[in-house]
């Protein structure tokens, strides 16, 4: 079962998402946290959520980085560390089954086969449960291009 977590930028999706996780206690993933400045986005944190690790994900473009850059989208630099390291995570979350897994979030790079698109690709071929977060704007695109069999959106 795919349970999908939906709404409008800035609905508080990743915050369902993290309390979604911390109620139930089961499973793993990520969620994607947003860190501010004076009300403009600076930056994204990967949150790895059983181990409450942050990993580095996007740095918006005024930022150094010293680190390889695997995507752009205006003003934001996606880090090739941060799927680096979500791939590896979760192939060892499929290999011990574990479940549900929460990935948030698919949305325009998945979209162009970027982003969590290999990753997801495989989730779905593992046929584990799955949380997801998605744009309510992009959902029947999201719907469309990877054919959810079983899912559900949470309210």
């Not at 409008?8 to 369902?16: A, C, E, G, V």
């Not at 998402?17 to 004076?38: P, R, T």
């Not at 999201?142 to 949470?154: G, S």
Request: aromatic share 10%.
């Amino acid at each position: 079962m795919i349970k999908i977590i939906t709404g409008k930028i800035n609905s508080y999706k990743t915050t369902r998402l993290i309390d979604y996780y911390q109620n139930y206690k089961q499973g793993d993933g990520f969620a994607s946290l947003k860190v501010m400045h004076n009300d403009i986005v600076k930056e994204y944190n990967l949150l790895h959520l059983s181990k409450n690790k942050k990993i580095p994900y996007i740095k918006r473009n005024n930022q150094d980085i010293t680190e390889p850059v695997i995507y752009e989208i205006g003003p934001y630099r996606f880090l090739k560390s941060a799927f680096d390291y979500v791939e590896t995570e979760i192939e060892k979350m499929i290999e011990k089954r574990v479940e549900p897994i929460f990935l948030d979030e698919i949305s325009l790079l998945e979209l162009k086969n970027q982003g969590f698109h290999q990753i997801l690709i495989k989730l779905l071929a593992a046929d584990l449960d799955l949380i997801l977060v998605i744009r309510n704007d992009l959902l029947i695109d999201v719907l469309a291009k990877y054919q959810f069999k079983d899912y559900k959106i949470i309210k």
